[in-house]
């Protein structure tokens, strides 16, 4: 009925369903019980385990490969501002000197937790105070120090002692002390709170690890910031930490180019304004020994034309100091941002860009070297593209000088034209306008540097970051780990996953043979048979009108026998099997009530002269029976016996037990009680001994018409089924089909027939009767 039952699933619902259903379903309980098991296990995990949130943020940074408009006020002000690249500046907020700066910002080496019944929660909210460490980064590590806070004083209790705030103390392993928390609000119950200290530098890397900084979208300049945290507020913190320490560390770097800048200009000043002094003070003198008052007009044009010129010639010489700075950087070798004066004063906006960016490639630099290892991708990357950048500035600054020369001979031509003029006009006052023309130059110089300080001095004091927040630090409302829906998810699939790989592992294990398809993997004989395992404790399943599905398979077993040749000619049946315990004495004598039942006239041999277990089922005495007709005893006539199963069922015992039975077999008297039984009856049914481990079988099978070889569910062994080919073909079992029987419900509340007689399980076939009783009380008792 198993076998059917598969089949008819397999049309209803297709082959690969069908088969799961058949293959599982029998395990229900297994199932229902190992999804308790995992839906419990899942709840507790949900109920124990710390909620995970995310904390989002995004800025824009100007990139100079995604053009921004510069042309509002503030970045005109922003003299030493510039664009950046994005990979690059992803690469600077992962940087462990900012993430460091965040967490000794925070205390976030020093949590408080506050105790509860199943796990501690962080206290970064309900916490009255915070732990600062004087030395973050070697700190001794403390677990679970005890403290609690008295809000009437103000004071700290730890240890026993109390401690005010904003003091350092010794804890007796780390110098800290106890602030305030700006972010605390009161909690509704009196929490118990402990802190711990660990190494700032641990804390770091745990949060760079979770962190994830990464480009919106491949065309825009806007930096996607992430982060997960058990509490909400922290990581909105850490993340806007970051960002401002990010901010702060590019205006730091403009004002040291700024300041650098006003240091070149300053040294600058002090020595024009000291050559002015001077020149001024040589007019006086000049005066005073020539005894002039003032110019003639005639000197005074000749001061305002040479003037001018003299101012482009002062400008050239200021713009020729300049690149003499920008060039010895250059070529200093030095890896460090030093002194570099822009490219103030210069009228080249090319150079003016290319300084730019070489300062903060080699500010860009000097920040990943402190975190990351000589041979980092995106530090060598960066290497190289300064490498290639300064020739490209030299090539420039070269390039600028030598158009400055240029003007600077075109205008000291002017000046030598000039000089004729000079040359006209009287002695004394020529002394005047030459030393005139002197001062005239130092203060337009002095001016020209006045206003580059003051451009610069504007420059640094409203420096700002190339950086726009676009959404601060926010994190979400739901907890994104454990997820309630995976986490359930996972613990059906783990139910289920156990469940099948149980069942799997319980049939890959298994010896004996529990499918059909198994016999037929295993061998080219027919299954023309199944016979389930009935639920009532009685040797005959087959009633006259009775339409139990075992009488029904045994009515579909003696339909199938045509299948094999067996008719009203060809009419011995030999039943036998490969160990004892398989059915095959159920099958016969249920056979032969079958066949009875048709109104056929049957006989059933009771051919295993060794261990004979159909007498009792029939109530008849073995005294008299196949062994005393082959020794020549008895005749046929006497040793055939009715039932009173049924009229049509006829039984021939085995007799006494001889001590030669295949002997006995081949002594040619068994052929002719064949042939009288053949005359007489319309089916002769020979149960006999099973194959392993005497050849009685083998010997009766050549006499017979047809072989019926019995297959127990769960009791024959797959290796006895694996040669039977090979076997059939050594020594021939004629006319040999195979029926399944015994099969049992797969799973669990499996009911079995309980018969003494070998249905119950496999037995020694040698087991002598006082054995047999031993072992069916010992049954019995359990």
């Known amino acids: 009925m198993q076998v059917t039952q598969k089949r008819g699933i397999e049309d209803k619902g297709g082959g690969a369903i069908g088969e799961v259903i058949y293959k599982y379903l029998p395990y ?63 690469e600077v907020i992962k940087s462990r000197m900012l993430m460091h700066h965040v967490v000794e910002e925070l205390s976030l080496y020093a949590p408080v937790y506050a105790k509860a019944p199943f796990r501690d929660v962080l206290a970064y909210t309900s916490s009255p105070v915070n732990i600062q460490a004087l030395k973050p980064d070697s700190v001794e590590e403390e677990k679970k120090v005890v403290f609690s806070f008295d809000d009437s004083t103000g004071e700290v209790v730890l240890r026993g002692k109390r401690f005010p705030l904003n003091q350092w103390i010794f804890d007796s392993v780390n110098t800290i002390r106890f602030v305030r928390n700006p972010r605390y609000v009161k909690p509704e119950n009196k929490e118990d709170l402990f802190f711990t200290l660990v190494g700032a530098r641990g804390i770091t890397d745990n949060l760079l ?53 006003l240091k070149f200009i300053n040294q600058r000043l002090k020595l024009v304004a000291g050559e002015l002094d001077s020149v001024e003070l040589n007019i006086q003198r000049y005066k005073t020994r020539e005894g ?28 020729l100091a300049v690149l003499d700075q920008v060039e010895k950087y250059i070529l200093s070798n030095s890896d460090q941002p030093g002194i570099v004066p822009s490219a103030l004063g210069a009228d080249n906006a090319a150079l003016a860009a290319l300084l730019s960016k070489l300062y903060d490639l080699e500010a860009t630099y000097q920040g990943l070297q402190k975190t990351t290892a000589e041979n980092n991708p995106m530090l060598l990357s960066i290497r190289n593209e300064i490498d290639k950048l300064k ?68 420059s640094y004091n409203s420096a700002v970051a190339d950086t726009r927040l676009v959404d601060n630090a926010q ?20 139910a289920f996953g156990a469940g099948a790989g149980f069942v799997a592992l319980r049939e890959v294990l298994n010896r004996e043979i529990v499918f059909r398809s198994e016999i037929e993997e295993a061998t080219g004989i027919p299954v023309i048979g199944e016979i389930m395992m ?57 056979l032969s009530l079958t066949l009875a039942l048709a109104n056929k006239k049957v006989v059933l041999l009771e051919m295993d002269l060794r261990r004979p277990a159909l007498s009792p089922l029939f109530g008849a005495s073995r005294q008299v029976g196949l062994t005393n007709y082959f020794v020549g005893d008895k005749e046929a006539d006497h040793i055939i016996k009715s039932t009173t199963i049924h009229p049509n069922l006829f039984f021939i015992p085995a007799g006494a037990i001889p001590p030669n039975p295949s002997e006995l077999i081949m002594n040619g008297r068994l052929e002719e009680l064949l042939k009288y039984l053949e005359n007489i009856f319309d089916f002769v049914i020979i149960d006999t001994a099973p194959t392993n481990p005497v050849t009685d079988a083998y010997l009766l099978s050549p006499m017979c018409d047809a072989t019926l070889y019995v297959v127990r569910h769960g009791v024959t062994p797959k290796s006895a089924i694996r040669t039977l080919d090979a076997n059939i073909v050594m020594r021939p079992l004629k006319n040999v089909a195979i029926v399944f029987n015994g099969i049992r419900n797969r799973g669990f509340g499996r009911i079995g027939y309980g018969y003494g007689y070998g249905q119950e399980g496999t037995h020694n076939y040698f087991e002598t009767e006082k054995d047999r009783k031993k072992r069916e009380k010992k049954a019995t008792k359990a």
């Open 475 to 494: 994190a979400t409302d739901k907890p994104v780990s454990p997820r309630r829906i995976l986490i359930y998810l996972i613990a059906v699939v783990i």
């Open 292 to 319: 002039i008052v003032d110019i003639s007009a005639q000197g005074q044009l000749y001061l305002d034309n040479v003037g001018a010129n003299d101012q482009k010639l002062s400008e050239v010489n200021v713009q």
């Open 28 to 90: 229900w309980p297994l199932f229902l019980i190992l999804f308790v098991l995992t839906m419990a296990g899942a709840w507790a995990y949900l109920r124990l385990a710390t909620p995970i949130y995310e904390v989002s943020a995004a800025i824009m940074v100007k990139d100079e490969k995604k053009g921004v408009d510069d042309a509002n006020l503030m970045e005109q002000l922003d003299l030493f501002g510039s664009k950046k690249l994005v990979e690059n500046e992803i």
């Open 534 to 590: 009935g639920e009532k404790d009685t040797p005959f399943v087959v009633t006259e009108g009775g339409r139990s599905v075992i009488a029904e398979q045994f009515r579909q077993l003696r339909t199938s026998l045509a299948y094999i040749g067996v008719n009203g000619r060809k009419k011995k049946v030999l039943i036998t099997s490969t160990i004892a315990g398989e059915g095959k004495s159920f099958v016969s004598s249920n």
């Open 391 to 458: 020739p490209n500035i030299l090539e420039s600054v070269r390039s600028q000088r030598r158009n400055l020369e240029a003007g600077k001979v075109n205008l000291t031509g002017t000046s030598n034209q000039y000089a004729a003029v000079l040359q006209k006009l009287p002695q004394k006052e020529r002394g005047l306008v030459e030393i005139s023309r002197q001062q005239t130059i130092k203060n337009g110089i002095y001016s020209f540097l006045l206003q580059k300080r003051e451009e610069t001095a504007l």
């Open 209 to 261: 690890n979770g962190l994830k900084v990464t480009q919106a979208t491949k065309l825009s300049s806007v930096i996607d910031l992430k982060i997960r945290d058990a509490v909400q507020q922290r990581g909105e913190d850490v993340l806007n930490g970051l960002i401002a320490a990010y901010n702060s560390a590019a205006i730091a770097d403009k004002n040291a180019l700024a300041a650098n800048t």
